[in-house]
DNA sequence: ACAAAAAGTAATTTATATTTGACATTTAGT
DNA sequence: ACTAAATGTCAAATATAAATTACTTTTTGT
């Protein structure tokens, strides 16, 4: 289950994979491993990431 | 930092911590510690509590 | 075409979420 | 007051998120 909508989200930030990872504390893995992985990051990171791009956890994360 | 939004939404649907631990597929004790202490739990966790209880992320976790 | 930046991926290690089992305290019903 | 259910909490073990290092593939710009 990729995460595109995060994916699209950074995109339109016009941040990179590794700028993001710098801004949330995180390596460019994790972040990469969200994107395209099956992954399950903790509520915190997931937070600190919606954070970063201006977002809603219901935006980035929420699948009925 | 309580969760207390988590809480509410537990007794408002008449369910005890055990009964939607049961649910989602983890431990009275992971329950507890979200709603009591600082925990951090996993986003495919928040989603299970959030459908167990018909409500979403921002729901139950989202903070400004 | 070429170089550089960005993205994908894998193996191993480290940090921490979650489990397990157990006991104490609080709450609700009679 | 008494009992049982629900909740709070702790220590130790286990599972897994996240870090680290390193390498390959794609994209992007010139």
């Known amino acids: 289950m990729k995460n ?3 994916k699209i989200a950074r995109v ?3 941040v990179s994979q590794e700028q993001l990872a710098e801004i949330v504390g995180v390596t460019r893995q994790t972040i990469n491993l969200i994107e395209t992985g099956n992954y399950n990051p903790s509520l915190k ?3 600190a990431i919606c954070k970063a791009l201006n977002k809603t956890l ?6 009925e």
């Open 4 to 6: 595109k909508k995060m």
């Open 12 to 14: 339109e930030s016009d």
């Open 45 to 47: 990171l997931c937070m």
């Open 58 to 63: 219901n935006d980035l994360f929420w699948e």
